[in-house]
């Protein structure tokens, strides 16, 4: 059972819970041997042998789990870029295992001793889940806090450095696979899963390796619609493991149509590997303002990589945008245009193959300083034509 993004609900009925950065996990426990499944069905028990401990801590009973596997930092708090170093390992070696240890949080119970619970309400489940109660060192459940001010729960969330929170109904029943407004998600910044279309090789520091990604989403149609460009928030690890899983994907024509700007000097793939950024907000023509990778996705399917609701639509065709002026570094390798569509303002900046739109000043200035470029250095550059598809 999936949640639905939005405010957290108000009200009687509702119980609030930790919104935990980890991947999502159900366990299966049937005459004492446990399965793990992830959220696309991918069974993931090699991966993960620390949770063997279900067996032991619910010893005579058969059960099916829902939670959401972890990896915590040194501060106790769940990080995602941790959990990478896991998440693509079929069988961890003990090493791996020792340095990064994952904890299994569960807050559902679906099935136990042969009885389907999912007609049950949320609460009841939430009561044999307790009754139950497997804690061990790996398998935690986590606390609930029913009939609760949700400004309180959130504030305690953003205390210890979680993600979010969850709303749940307490009369709600479980609908697997499905997603339901019965489960509300309050994340405190947005993710958004993405498909990888293609990469751009680096320069500099990056050079020999992957500069920036080409991304994609998903629409309803079931075809991929341009999302913008990620270059930001990759580990020399990520950046190894990402190179390695594209090299065999390469294809030589773009899998989606991209604006000509954006297109240049991009190594084309199979646009199958799913990835996650943490953004600002979507443009209004359908691009991810400021994205930052979070990693990739192999417990996700390109399918699932959608815009949220009440975004941007990618098939729909924006008019074109103006530039009204233009500066650049006196040897050419860097442009700023000053961009204009009705009442919208702001600024693409262009280094070699590499463009990042939809900046205010203040982005600009933070980039360009951290290669050495004055902003005031820069000179007055010639506008060709004056309107370009944006």
């Known amino acids: 059972m999936l949640a639905t993004a939005g405010p957290a609900p108000r009200g009687p009925g509702w119980a609030y819970e930790f919104k935990w950065d980890g991947v999502r996990a159900v366990v299966h426990l049937l005459g004492g041997r446990v399965q793990a499944f992830s959220r696309n069905d991918r069974d993931i028990t090699a991966s993960y042998p620390e949770l063997a401990e279900v067996a032991a801590l619910l010893a005579g009973h058969d059960a099916v789990l829902d939670g959401e596997i972890v990896a915590l930092d040194a501060a106790g708090r769940p990080s995602f870029a941790q959990l990478q170093r896991r998440m693509h390992v ?27 619970l999912t007609g049950l309400p949320y609460r009841r489940r939430r009561e044999l889940l307790d009754a139950l109660g497997p804690a061990g060192d790996v398998v935690q ?24 929170v969850v709303a749940k109904r307490l009369d709600a029943v479980y609908r697997p696979g499905q997603r339901s407004p019965s489960w509300v998600k309050v994340p405190f910044s947005h993710h958004q899963e993405v498909v990888v279309a293609g990469w751009k090789p680096g320069t500099g520091r990056r050079a020999g390796t992957i500069g920036s990604l080409v991304l994609a989403v998903t629409g309803p149609d079931g075809t991929l619609s341009f999302a913008g460009g990620v270059g ?49 907000n979507w443009t209004p023509d359908g691009r991810l303002r400021h994205p930052s990778w979070r990693g990739l996705r192999p417990d996700r399917t390109p399918a699932e990589a959608r815009r949220p609701e009440g975004g941007p639509a990618g098939d729909a065709v924006p008019p074109s945008a103006s530039v009204a002026g233009a500066m650049q570094t006196r040897d050419g390798r860097w442009r700023v245009d000053i961009m204009h569509r009705g009442a919208s303002r702001w600024y693409r900046l262009s280094h070699d193959d590499n463009t990042f739109d939809w900046l205010d000043l203040a982005d600009v200035e933070r980039i360009l300083h951290g290669v050495d470029v004055d902003l005031g250095d820069l000179v007055d550059a010639p506008v060709a034509g004056g309107r370009l598809s944006a």
């Open 141 to 164: 459940v986590p606390e609930v806090f029913a009939g609760a001010d949700p400004a309180a729960v959130t504030a305690a969330a953003a205390a210890r450095g979680l993600e979010g």
């Open 90 to 116: 079929h069988d961890p070696a003990a090493s791996l295992v020792a340095q990064v240890p994952v904890r299994y949080y569960v807050f559902d119970l679906m099935h136990l001793d042969g009885e389907d």
């Open 232 to 280: 930001t928030g990759f580990t020399d690890a990520m950046l190894r493991d990402l190179q390695r899983q594209l090299g065999p994907l390469e294809r030589r024509s773009a899998p989606l149509v991209v604006p000509r700007e954006h297109a240049r000097g991009v190594r084309w793939v199979e646009p199958v590997l799913v990835g996650e950024v943490a953004y600002r």
